[in-house]
């Protein structure tokens, strides 16, 4: 997908140029069953330490298999249960699931890392928000400190103040939230210091053309010293080459997500990842 440049246009997604509309009926009216089938699960993607090779974090990523309909994606569904309200109670399930494995890495007494979940814009908007991160938290016998939230920048944009406020709450309790896709949205650099944030994601379509004499290239190292400066952890998304690696290293980027060290795994894989670890580290080499 395009990568925006600094100030654009956001992204829309118009599911319409995907499904036709009858199989976008059937994906949304088994959407409405899906929780209570227990279709959902989660694979966990490791977030990895540039320097050290080491596991620091995994983002959860929902997975959504149906009998009749096979996987559907995320970027398919997640929408779809936008605007009809159904990614509240996904969410709850989301949250809640996170927070379980957290306990029962713990339990099998394996180093646990900070589980990332993604928030959407009505999660965001709804009120009782932070109480209900604080119950889940404390029902499924996880800390706050065992949990992070990536938010998008359109998601935060749609109601600055009081999605400002939420936030800052939710850091109060201890949860670290990230600033997701950075570079996709509309990216205004006048509300970026504002941001309530502690780790900057960059998005995967700056990372694609990655080079230190390209123009992109230049706006990732700048980037990555300006989030730096305003005290942000910086993470890069979607890397999937040991050039790219080398490059960001360079750029003195923190963190990596990417096919390069793994894909998103079953929460058994990243359980023995985990044990495993450190990774070699490519860029090294
Ligand atoms: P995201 O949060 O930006 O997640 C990163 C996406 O990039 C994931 O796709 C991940 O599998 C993929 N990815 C990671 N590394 C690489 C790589 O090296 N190369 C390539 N080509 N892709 C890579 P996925 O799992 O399909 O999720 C897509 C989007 O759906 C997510 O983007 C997020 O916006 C949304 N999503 C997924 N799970 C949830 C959830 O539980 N709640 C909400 N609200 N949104 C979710
Ligand atoms: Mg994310
Ligand atoms: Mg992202
Ligand atoms: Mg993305």
Redesign the pocket.
Known sequence: QACAGVVSEPRRYDPLLDEDVANRDRIENALFGALERNEFS??Y?PKVQLETGTIVGA?????WKNNELGNI???TF?PMAEENGL?NI??DW?LAAACAQVRVWRLQEVATVPIS????AP?LRNDSLVSKVTGIINESGSSPQDLKI?L?ETSLIQDIESSAERIEELRTLGVGIAL??FGTGYSSLSYLHRLPIDVL?I??CFIDEISPDSGRGRLVKHIINMAHDMGYEVIA????SPYQLEVLREFGCDIV????YS??VAPNTLREMLVEQPFENQAFV
């Open positions: 989660l694979v993607q983002e959860a990523l929902l997975r994606s995320p970027a997640i990614i996904i969410g989301v979940v993604n928030l959407a999660q990536e998008t997701d896709d994601k998005d995967k998304e979607g890397v999937e997500q990417g096919y390069v894909a998103p």
